[in-house]
C-alpha cells in the first residue's frame, strides 16, 4: 500500500517560507517521479511541481514559478518543497502525489 505522508505547513505571514515534507513508503521511490497538488477552499485540485526521479529535472505551476522549490532525497524517501514569497493565494491543503494517488494532506494558511 502507498503511503503518502506530507508535513510543515502551518500558519505564515504574507512572504514568508515553509518549507514541506511528505515521506513516502509502498514504492520505489527512487524510480518514481513526484507531484506535490494543492487544493484551496472551495476549489479544485491545483498542480504545483513535478520533480524526475533522479531529481534533476522539475517543473512549475505559473502562479509559483521562481518562488517555490521541488526537491527530493532518495535515500530518506522524501520529497520536499521550499515555499518562499507566500502569498495568501498559496492558502491551500498541500498534497504530494505519486501517479494520481495523494496522500495525507498538511494545511498551509498565509495571513496577516
Known amino acids: 500500500e502507498v503511503q503518502l505522508v506530507a508535513s510543515g505547513g502551518g500558519l505564515v505571514q504574507p512572504g514568508g517560507s515553509l518549507r514541506l515534507s511528505c515521506v513516502v513508503s509502498g514504492l520505489t521511490f527512487s524510480t518514481n517521479a513526484m507531484t506535490w497538488v494543492r487544493q484551496a477552499p472551495g476549489k479544485g485540485l491545483e498542480w504545483v511541481s513535478t520533480?524526475?526521479?533522479?531529481?534533476?529535472?522539475?517543473r512549475y505551476g505559473d502562479s509559483v514559478k521562481g518562488r517555490f522549490t521541488i526537491s527530493r532525497d532518495n535515500a530518506k524517501k522524501t520529497l520536499y518543497l521550499q515555499m518562499n514569497s507566500l502569498k495568501p493565494e498559496d492558502t491551500a491543503v498541500y498534497y504530494c502525489?505519486?501517479?494520481?494517488?495523494r496522500g495525507q494532506g498538511t494545511q498551509v494558511t498565509v495571513s496577516s
Open positions: 520533480i524526475g526521479s533522479g531529481g534533476s529535472v522539475t
Open positions: 502525489s505519486n501517479r494520481g494517488v
